[in-house]
């Protein structure tokens, strides 16, 4: 059928195509509302990645449009190197692309992209960790990762708790793993410390962190388009998570430790919104990371095409609702 040959799609080639897929989805929603980017609420941390006043507004829309790309890479280098799906394909890197792309119309850069990007690199290590358990390096790095991700968004507070959740079924619980997790988030934050009190800001660091961290509101509410989108999103969530089920009995250990980490990294993700005030339309960017996943072990593996391209076709249209009807 139209979509099945790219949902089953294995050439890492196909890659190239995807920054003209953004360039242009990025354009034509130029083209329908002309506004340049703006640096969403809440959106600082304690370390800071804001371009300074100087640049171009233009360039927070490049610099986000890179970082995208960067992160869809790496989502088809982490299934290339830890097999999280049956087979290597570009297919979630493309998904990405597809959900994120119309947030940097209005949001452009900013330090919850940078995190999303040290989120992905937190879960290349926790990958290594489980497929290596003869050293704790991969360990440290996880959780280096992780409070740096915190510390540039400190809305992503609950991927601390994650860290240590993850652990349990991870294969890597022992006390020297535990103690290699909390020197991983130890040492950068120690430096962080000492950064403040050689500004002289040490007892400000605590109070600017809660009250990021606090700051906004909760979601009470969403619109017309947001509730289609996130309905279809979340029926199609409901049918990979019944795909995997099915077919839990033919992965390998290691496969079946990192996709119970994909789910619980959903599970905490999915439940900030309504534990975190303040969290705005452009958190899509860290929760598509473990959806893209998903959707592309459903969507590549269905047995009737024309099925596969129906919820194709209702995915990428409930995209066109991100790309260009989102305020």
């Not at 017309?224 to 309905?231: A, L, P």
């Amino acid at each position: 059928m139209i979509f099945t040959g790219f949902l089953r799609s294995r050439k890492a080639f196909a890659l190239l195509l995807l920054p003209f897929i953004l360039a242009a989805i990025v354009v034509s929603g130029y083209c329908f509302r002309p506004v340049f980017p703006y640096v969403a609420p809440y959106s600082q941390g304690l370390l800071s990645v804001d371009l300074p006043d100087t640049f171009p507004l233009v360039w927070n829309t490049v610099l986000g449009g890179v970082a995208v790309l960067v992160a869809a890479c790496l989502l088809f280098l982490l299934n290339a190197r830890y097999k999280l799906l049956p087979y290597n394909t570009p297919v979630p890197s493309f998904l990405y692309v597809m959900m994120t792309a119309g947030l940097l119309i209005n949001r452009g850069f900013d330090s919850m992209l940078a995190a999303v990007l040290v989120t992905i690199l937190a879960f290349f290590s926790l990958q290594g960790a489980i497929n290596n358990n003869k050293t704790n390096a991969p360990v440290f790095n996880f959780g280096l990762c992780i409070i740096l991700a915190v510390l540039l968004f400190p809305k992503f507070a609950l991927l601390l708790l994650w860290a240590f959740c993850v652990m349990l079924f991870s294969g890597r619980s022992t006390l020297k793993d535990i103690l290699a997790l909390l020197l991983g988030i130890v040492t950068p934050l120690f430096f962080v410390v000492f950064y403040y009190f050689w500004e002289e800001r040490l007892e400000d660091m605590w109070p600017m962190f809660w009250g990021i961290l606090v700051s906004g509101e909760y979601v009470m509410g969403i619109g017309t388009s947001e509730m289609i989108r996130y309905g279809f999103l979340l029926l199609l969530l409901i049918f990979s998570l019944f795909s995997l089920l099915a077919n839990y009995g033919g992965s390998v250990v290691s496969q079946r430790r990192g996709v119970f980490s994909l789910l619980s990294l959903l599970f905490f993700c999915g439940a900030t919104p309504f534990l975190v005030p303040g969290i705005s339309h452009d958190f899509m960017y860290l929760l598509a990371f473990p959806l893209t996943y998903l959707y592309t072990n459903y969507l590549a593996t269905l047995r009737y095409a024309l099925w596969g391209d129906i919820l194709f076709l209702l995915f990428w249209v409930s995209c066109f609702t991100e790309w260009w009807l989102t305020v």
